[in-house]
């Protein structure tokens, strides 16, 4: 079988002394949509930081079958990924259009930077109002989509997205998501989402996995993660 | 109040003396909050650094060199320096926390301050001329009496600040590098995980910074007419007043800053006789105090604006 386009094995990794993930294995596959679920201090952030190299990290991640372990971060995000940090991490102090420009540094071609940033405005709307607003002074769901839409600036082929639904009102969120169906539809972007919102997330994505304690206690289909029982009791109150 | 009060010629000799020194109070200032919006680090060596720049500046002159060709080779040195050292001294130390930083930005004003006395001695030197420093390099504007004039000297420093400040206007503003810069300003992790190389964004601020305080050391030599190893202590104080005046993060805040502060030690003791003049350093310092109280952030600084 074709390695996945990522690949996570026997992962550990740790702040200074604490260590987060405990021998993580993981796989999104290409165009695939893959969901990490879990309680709070489970270690799902930790696995993104790890991915980019954002965390002392020992074990292997493989994008593509190349080795991501080791490598600083602006190294990790050349070779195609995206991350959109939890709390959205837009850059306050920039206006909207710069903040997606930001988005774009490893890439070379202006007049495709330059289209690809009126395709967002396209997406979002909202980001074409404000295209010359500082970001900082946006709402909670508008520098949520802003910070989707710079994170897929990079042209990446995968995306890394954590809790995109924070603080986000249901009607935002659904909105936010059925965008990302659509550019995973379209793009064949592959996305690895940590999302408390475990019903709407498991909607919408193919895989799931279950993370407590720093590995992975449960895997498979969409379906097969929500019909467990255990994993509903835990995380889908019913 | 000065006798002086209703004389035009000393009001606006006051006014030119206070913005001349105000311009070399916000090119320090404008060094230190260089370095400041990107790595949160004050650099207390910034004075010496530019001491030292500008004693490669009258080097490079004594051996011939045409002093703006020197003024040129000492700024690229200094920018090489400063990136250096980043890069060298103060990222190491950096993961140890904000302390052993703050120490070795100490150490570094020792030493250099140390080092700069041991090679060109602790006298005073003459200070090189990049701009023509003359008896007769004026402009008149009254002719009196009494006489008003405008020095080439203060004509050149507020000159040389207006160019810089269209200079980094552009530099940060309209490059992709500047935009990296301002990106690891505003959010340095999140600039990270957009592949911004941070590390090379520090040195680029610590490196912009030295080059910009030898520039001003030049020019502060030039004022004053003489150079030595001290010649920076007392402007280092006022740079960082100024730039606390203006916001520390604020660029156009450390310019603005460095001209109010120039005016208010101008003014003053200039109008208000009972001001000994060298209490205008305490004066100043009180403006900078009373400001802080009501706008913490100083003038220009910005507090995040950030919504949950």
């Known amino acids: 079988m074709a390695e996945a386009l990522l690949q996570l094995s026997d992962v550990h990794a740790a702040y200074g002394e604490v260590e987060v993930l405990r021998g993580l294995d993981l796989e999104v596959g290409e165009g695939e949509v893959v969901v990490l679920l879990g309680a709070n201090g489970a270690g799902k952030t930790t696995t993104l930081r790890a991915i980019c190299g954002m965390v002392g990290t020992r074990g292997s991640v493989r994008l593509a079958g190349q080795e991501l372990v080791g490598r600083p971060t602006e190294w990790v995000i050349r070779q195609g990924i995206a991350h959109v940090p939890q709390g959205r991490g837009v850059f306050g102090s920039l206006s909207v259009e710069e903040n997606l420009r930001v988005g774009a540094w490893n890439r070379r071609d202006t007049a495709g930077i330059q289209a690809d940033i009126e395709r967002w405005y396209g997406v979002f709307p909202r980001l074409a109002e404000r295209r010359t607003q500082l970001a900082g002074g946006m709402s909670g769901g508008e520098q949520q989509m802003l910070a989707v839409a710079r994170g897929l600036m990079g042209r990446p082929r995968l995306l890394l997205l954590d809790e995109p639904s924070l603080g986000l009102a249901q009607i935002i969120t659904r909105e936010l998501f059925r965008q990302l169906e659509q550019i995973n539809r379209e793009e064949s972007v592959s996305m690895l989402i940590v999302e408390q919102n475990a019903e709407l997330a498991l909607s919408f994505a193919g895989r799931g996995y279950v993370l407590e304690s720093g590995s992975i206690v449960l895997g498979g289909t969409a379906d097969e993660v929500r019909g467990n029982e255990d994993m509903r009791r835990a995380y889908l109150g019913y | ?308």
């Open chain 2, 1 to 308: 109040m000065s006798p002086n009060i209703d004389n035009p010629a000393y009001l606006l000799t006051l006014l030119t003396g206070g913005l001349t020194n105000g311009a070399l109070y916000a090119l320090v200032a404008l060094a230190i909050v260089l370095v400041y919006k990107t790595t949160s680090h004050i650099n207390l060596a910034q004075g010496e650094m530019a001491t030292l720049g500008a004693f490669a500046v009258f080097e490079l002159t004594r051996r011939g060199v045409p002093v703006w060709i020197a003024i040129g080779i000492a700024f690229l040195l200094s920018f090489a320096l400063g990136a250096g050292l980043e890069r060298g001294l103060i990222r190491p130390l950096e993961r140890r926390g904000v302390f052993p930083v703050i120490l070795a930005t100490l150490a570094l004003f020792l030493i250099i301050n140390a080092g700069v006395a041991i090679i060109w001695g602790t006298q005073p030197v003459e200070a090189p001329e990049p701009i023509p420093g003359g008896i007769e390099d004026k402009v008149d504007v009254l002719t009196g009496p009494p006489p008003f004039f405008v020095t080439y000297v203060s004509l050149g420093v507020l000159a040389v600040l207006v160019a810089l400040l269209l200079g980094l206007w552009l530099l940060l503003e309209k490059t992709k590098l500047g935009l990296g810069y301002r990106a690891v300003a505003a959010n340095r992790e999140a600039a990270q995980v957009m592949g911004i190389p941070v590390g090379r964004m520090y040195m680029f601020g610590w490196g912009i910074a030295a080059a910009l305080g030898t520039l001003a050391a030049a020019l502060v030599a030039e004022t004053a007419g003489t150079l030595d190893f001290n010649s920076m202590g007392v402007i280092l104080i006022f740079g960082l007043a100024a730039a606390t005046l203006g916001g520390f993060d604020s660029v156009p805040g450390a310019a603005v800053g460095g001209l109010v502060l120039g005016l208010v030690m101008a003014f003053v003791p200039g109008l208000f006789t009972v001001v000994e003049g060298d209490l205008s350093v305490v004066i100043a310092l009180v403006v900078v105090l009373v400001v802080l109280l009501v706008r913490p952030q100083g003038l220009f600084g910005t507090k995040t604006l950030e919504r949950v």
